[in-house]
């Protein structure tokens, strides 16, 4: 079994309206100092698969098709194997 930590940010290209605004509270409270904060998505997927290179494609696949949207996000990911 693995998991897989996934990333996923916007492109550097691409405004953050939602980072902007957490910028700006993060003002208001007093945090003067902070400069920018970009907003992404975490997940953590388990996978019942027993090959590496096979776990490895499919998350690739699931990045792709689904969890991330190519023209405005990157994605990465972490895979480990786990014990279920």
Do not use: W
């Amino acid at each position: 079994m693995y998991l897989a930590k996934i990333y996923v940010t916007l492109k550097p290209t691409v405004n953050d309206p939602q980072g902007l605004t957490v910028k700006g509270g993060l003002h208001t409270l007093g945090f003067k100092d902070v400069q920018s904060v970009r907003i992404g998505k975490y997940m953590e997927i388990k996978l019942e698969e027993k090959d590496s290179a096979r776990a490895e494609e499919q998350v690739q696949e699931m990045c792709r098709k689904l969890l991330a949207n190519p023209i405005i996000e990157n994605y990465r990911f972490e895979l480990a194997e786990v014990s279920a």
